[in-house]
């Protein structure tokens, strides 16, 4: 199993990103999917999740209205798309697969690997 996580960066506030977590190594499209954050000091953080069909999706509270979680089977890949972004939105952002196949949960418990992460700095 493979998560590779990309699209970080250095923005201002009120700025956009997008990350991208491409997969490899098992059955993308069986499994839900999430994005956590842990920020310096902080516990991580599930940021959003999103079923195997991505007909459910789950948000952290303050994020709503702000990011979107999606995927594209065809190209085993999984996105955040980040706007409205702001200084507390600063962490390393990681992808993880759910631990069963064809489960869902927004528990990050319930996710079984991560990638090497991706920095992303919201600062003026």
């Known amino acids: 199993v493979q998560l590779v996580e990309s699209g970080g960066g250095v923005v201002q506030p009120g700025e956009r990103l997008r990350l991208s977590c491409v997969a490899s190594?098992?059955?993308?499209?069986?499994?839900?999917m999430s994005w956590y954050r842990q920020a310096p000091g902080k516990e991580r953080e599930l940021v959003a999740a999103?079923?195997?069909?991505?007909?459910?999706?789950d948000y952290t509270k303050s994020v709503k209205g702000r990011f979107a979680i999606s995927r594209d089977s065809a190209k085993n890949t999984l996105y955040l798309e980040m706007s409205s972004l702001k200084p507390e939105d600063t962490a390393t952002y990681y992808c993880?697969?759910?631990?069963?196949?064809?489960?869902?949960?927004?528990?990050?418990?319930?996710?079984?690997?991560w990638g090497q992460g991706t920095q992303v700095t919201v600062s003026s």
């Open positions: 993880a697969k759910h631990g069963r196949s064809f489960h869902y949960s927004a528990s990050l418990d319930d996710y079984s690997f």
């Open positions: 190594g098992f059955p993308f499209s069986d499994y839900a």
């Open positions: 999103i079923s195997a069909t991505s007909m459910l999706t």
